[in-house]
């Protein structure tokens, strides 16, 4: 595919997910009263909507100037679809395992695979993969727990907690 078709697609998909998130953003529930209309939690989607708006017009622009017609790489590889299906299960599994548990593991599991796309084949004969793993999912529960921390307290942004936790808590 070109490079011109594949930015083309692109932006198109991304204005569309951009207008979609910034309405739909629109129906969170805010666990607290806001005092102020900037704590609502729907704020920092359409903010990120807004910005990502504005990325894909801009790819969308310099696209039609620019109309690129080398050949580039395919649109859809595996490696995208398994991104594609880790978030997708990720979002699913946020209703019942809430924003901790999952983004820990949605965060190791995409690194790891990408750590070991990155490798070479003899590279990837000696590679110690669970170590590695490990290692990730380290990184990841410290990165989520910033998350959580920065974002559940310190913005007051409602995170799920998950169906199924709050069934062993209560």
Same mark, same amino acid.
């Given at each position: 595919?070109? #490079?011109?078709?594949?930015?083309?697609?692109? @932006?198109?998909?991304?204005?569309?997910?951009?207008? !979609?998130?910034?309405? $739909? @953003?629109?129906?969170?529930?805010?666990?607290?009263?806001?005092?102020?209309?900037?704590?609502?939690?729907?704020? =920092?989607?359409?903010?990120? !909507?807004?910005?990502?708006?504005? *990325?894909?017009?801009?790819?969308?622009?310099? /696209?039609?100037?620019?109309?690129?017609?080398?050949?580039?790489?395919?649109?859809? /590889? &595996?490696?995208?679809?398994? @991104?594609?299906?880790?978030?997708?299960? $990720?979002? =699913?599994?946020? #209703?019942?395992?809430?924003?901790?548990?999952?983004?820990?593991? &949605?965060?190791?599991? *995409?690194?790891?695979? =990408?750590?070991?796309?990155?490798?070479?084949?003899?590279?990837?004969? #000696? !590679?110690?993969?669970?170590?590695? !793993?490990?290692? $990730? &999912? *380290?990184? @990841?529960?410290?990165?989520?727990?910033? &998350? $959580?921390?920065?974002?559940?307290?310190?913005?007051?942004?409602?995170?799920?907690?998950?169906?199924?936790?709050?069934? *062993?808590?209560?």
């Amino acid at each position: 595919m070109k #490079n011109f078709h594949k930015d083309l697609i692109w @932006s198109v998909f991304l204005i569309v997910l951009s207008i !979609a998130i910034y309405c $739909y @953003s629109g129906t969170f529930d805010s666990t607290s009263e806001a005092v102020h209309p900037l704590a609502k939690s729907s704020v =920092y989607s359409r903010i990120w !909507a807004v910005i990502l708006f504005i *990325l894909s017009l801009i790819l969308l622009l310099r /696209t039609l100037r620019k109309r690129d017609q080398v050949k580039g790489t395919p649109l859809l /590889t &595996f490696a995208s679809i398994v @991104s594609v299906t880790a978030l997708v299960l $990720y979002l =699913y599994g946020l #209703n019942y395992l809430g924003f901790a548990p999952c983004t820990a593991v &949605f965060l190791t599991v *995409l690194i790891t695979y =990408y750590h070991w796309l990155a490798l070479n084949e003899e590279e990837r004969k #000696n !590679a110690r993969m669970m170590m590695t !793993a490990m290692k $990730y &999912f *380290l990184m @990841s529960v410290i990165l989520t727990t910033i &998350f $959580y921390f920065v974002f559940g307290r310190v913005l007051s942004v409602y995170l799920p907690v998950g169906s199924l936790i709050e069934s *062993l808590i209560y």
